[in-house]
């Protein structure tokens, strides 16, 4: 699954967080100029949670 985010504003967007149905056991956040970042997930009672510190523009989180 691949989630996408896009930021139309003229600064970028803190303290993230994502919940979402299904069990998911790995997490990527893709940005253009960085780095690949593994993302912690923990569990909930429906599914699977995450927080991501911040984003500029555009992102995209990759989960298995």
């Known amino acids: 699954v691949v989630l996408q985010f896009v930021?139309?504003?003229d600064y970028p967007?803190?303290?993230?967080?994502?919940?979402l149905n299904g069990a998911y056991?790995?997490?990527k956040?893709?940005?253009p100029g960085?780095?690949?970042t593994a993302i912690d997930l923990f569990e909930q009672d429906?599914?699977?949670g995450m927080f991501i510190d911040s984003i500029g523009g555009i992102a995209a989180?990759?989960?298995e």
């Open 7 to 9: 930021n139309y504003t």
């Open 13 to 19: 967007i803190e303290a993230i967080t994502v919940h």
């Open 25 to 27: 056991h790995s997490a």
């Open 29 to 31: 956040l893709l940005a």
């Open 34 to 36: 960085k780095a690949p």
């Open 46 to 48: 429906n599914g699977t």
């Open 61 to 63: 989180v990759v989960l």
